[in-house]
């Protein structure tokens, strides 16, 4: 079966299910697992160079508040004719993380020989790991699908179990610094699962920015910084868009020490199957509990630590 992936997240499932040798094309942004998807052709390219741009700039380039950047994203529609693929893999939930599906259906129908379109919309964490299940019975591993989500489930009640009558500390999720824009979709889940209470946003609720005064009011116990698309070197390189802010000090996860820059691209951002390697990264995070492998410091640093 010849498969193209025009999501992150759709790869990682791909992979996750033992098919990524039959990935024939992937999006620039397609990074995981790295060995397997080095070699896949690239069907995509940004409009513009986020590198060296501030939070702001890009912000403002993907459309800012208004969230529309259907124009974001080219897609090589020669090279993806040619690559002929039995299976296009695609979303229709955020014009900014991925190519448009109305640009993928434009494609597809232009092509001689349509391939099987499956997009995927997930906005809670049951619908991130349903996704699996789906993607599998599409490339005819249902079975392996089905034991791969048992055992993912696993893994989260198992977070459950582990976190179950603590005290849960009352965590503010940053996904965007400048302008501040809360987590939302999976990430509340992700965090109840770990045993703390989201502020700021609902499980599956698509966010928009707020305001620093509204951070500031919530008072937050522990503060997580996951900006999406940003791996934890470059939200580092940009923490001063918070510590600066008013009354940064008077947060009470900051004078608790409880602020923790997380890896949002592997973990957080993306709809698939890591997400609950992130709940197990939280469990740690907020109790200090071990849940699957030990924590390191790529995947969660506490501010102003040299340790995790």
């Not at 060995?35 to 390219?45: E, Q």
């Not at 109790?287 to 492998?293: F, I, L, Q």
């Amino acid at each position: 079966m010849r498969i193209v992936s025009l999501l992150p997240a759709a790869t990682d499932i791909v992979a996750d299910l033992g098919l990524a040798s039959e990935l024939v094309g992937r999006t620039h942004e397609c990074d995981w697992p790295p060995a397997a998807v080095a070699s896949v052709p690239v069907v995509t390219r940004a409009e513009f160079d986020a590198d060296g741009l501030s939070s702001r700039e890009i912000s403002e380039g993907v459309g800012g508040a208004a969230h529309s950047g259907s124009s974001l994203y080219t897609l090589d529609t020669v090279a993806l004719a040619e690559l002929a693929p039995d299976v296009l893999l695609t979303q229709d939930l955020c014009d900014v993380c991925a190519v448009s599906y109305e640009s993928v259906s434009r494609a597809v129908r232009v092509m001689d020989t349509g391939p099987r379109v499956l997009s995927l919309e997930p906005k809670t964490l049951g619908d991130v790991l349903d996704c699996l299940l789906t993607v599998g019975n599409l490339l005819g591993v249902r079975e392996r699908a089905e034991r791969r989500l048992a055992e993912l489930h696993g893994r989260l009640n198992e977070v459950r179990r582990l976190t179950r009558g603590r005290d849960r500390p009352r965590v503010a999720a940053i996904e965007w610094l400048d302008p501040l824009w809360p987590a939302g979709h999976w990430v509340p889940e992700q965090i109840a699962a770990a045993g703390g209470e989201a502020l700021l946003a609902k499980p599956g609720e698509h966010t928009r920015p707020m305001t620093w005064e509204a951070v500031r009011a919530a008072r937050p116990d522990v503060v997580l910084v996951l900006p999406c698309g940003f791996p934890p070197e470059r939200t580092l390189s940009e923490i001063g868009l918070l510590t600066a802010l008013p009354g940064w000090e008077e947060l009470p996860a900051v004078r608790a020490g409880e602020v923790w820059v997380l890896d949002g691209p592997a973990y957080f951002n993306r709809p698939g199957p890591r997400v609950v390697r992130g709940a197990e990264v939280l469990a740690h995070v907020l109790h200090g509990v071990r849940a699957g492998d030990p924590v390191s410091e790529a995947e969660a640093r506490r501010l102003g630590r040299g340790r995790n």
